[in-house]
């Protein structure tokens, strides 16, 4: 399992599982904040991460805008589609990523990509170059641990952390696979669906964290749905992190009828922030 630092690439570089550990050793659970690269440009997207850094974030998804997404809802959808005709390509994740990591070094910073990306760039050039950027590795949402024999590969070889998805629909032989597979943490969507926010979070998710730990996985970070700190408290007591994502970028974008900005995305995680850290942690 991936841990602490890497060898053989950024000695500095910080893993979504060390962020994890350390925020449950102080007694709470990790907050996990996504924004897309490029939205609404290169730059402020870039300032809006370091903002979600400085304002609590123990871990920084940066998304890669993709044309054709399976996972994501209207919010983050649009801005993709945002980002993408604004010009943002590939390269300007890594370019993102290194970014980030100089601004907020204390921060493990992983991609969220669908596999497409991925497999145009070349499985190990896309790899070696995020190793290289300083990031800790990728989520995959659509890509399962049975198909993904080129990227286990190439993880392995550049010290990158893995991050692979459960649903409450997965059977136990796919929640074992998943758990094995993974190292920085496991993803578990809380609802079947796409991203967005909700009134409240799906009443399956602490069986699926239950049923996922029983499966194997050493952490479980629990994503989709949460907007609210009063939803990021409730989380944080069965799970190891809490990730949020279509409330930043509409925090962001300044949709929800107040000012946008990276100011307003910074502020926003550091009320999810308090809310992760207010009483309790989670529960094993």
């Known amino acids: 399992m991936t841990t602490g630092t890497r060898p053989g690439t950024d000695a500095r570089t910080r893993t979504a599982a060390q962020a994890v550990d350390d925020a449950l050793a102080d007694g709470r659970a990790a907050l996990v904040g996504y924004l897309p690269v490029g939205f609404p440009d290169l730059d402020t997207s870039v300032e809006a991460m370091v903002a979600l850094a400085r304002n609590g974030c123990d871990v920084l998804e940066v998304g890669v805008p993709y044309s054709d997404p399976v996972m994501d809802g209207p919010v983050i959808a649009a801005a993709a589609h945002e980002a993408l005709a604004g010009g943002t390509r590939v390269a300007h994740v890594f370019e993102a990523v290194r970014a980030v990591r100089e601004a907020a070094p204390d921060t493990a910073v992983l991609v969220m990509t669908y596999w497409n990306p991925v497999a145009r760039t070349g499985v190990d050039a896309f790899a070696r170059r995020l190793a290289d950027a300083g990031g800790a590795g990728l989520i995959t949402p659509d890509l399962v641990p049975d198909e993904a024999g080129e990227w286990l590969a190439a993880s392995e070889a550049h010290g990158l952390e893995r991050v692979f998805l459960v649903a409450p629909s997965s059977s136990p032989a796919r929640l074992r696979s998943t758990a094995a597979a993974s190292t920085g943490f496991t993803y578990a969507a809380s609802t079947m669906g796409v991203t ?7 009443a ?28 990021a408290h409730e989380v944080a007591a069965f799970a190891d992190g809490v990730i949020v ?8 974008a300044g949709s929800d009828g107040g000012p946008g900005g990276a100011t307003a995305a910074g502020a926003l995680a550091g009320r999810l922030a308090a809310g992760v850290r207010r009483g309790g942690g989670a529960a094993g």
């Not at 967005?196 to 799906?202: A, N």
């Not at 194997?216 to 629990?222: D, E, N, P, S, W």
């Not at 409330?247 to 962001?252: D, I």
């Open 245 to 252: 994502g279509s409330a930043l970028v509409r925090a962001l």
């Open 204 to 231: 399956g998710a602490a069986d699926l964290v239950r049923r996922t730990r029983e499966a194997g996985a050493a952490r479980v970070c629990v994503g989709l749905g949460v907007s609210t700190p009063e939803q």
């Open 196 to 202: 967005g926010e909700r009134t409240s979070v799906g």
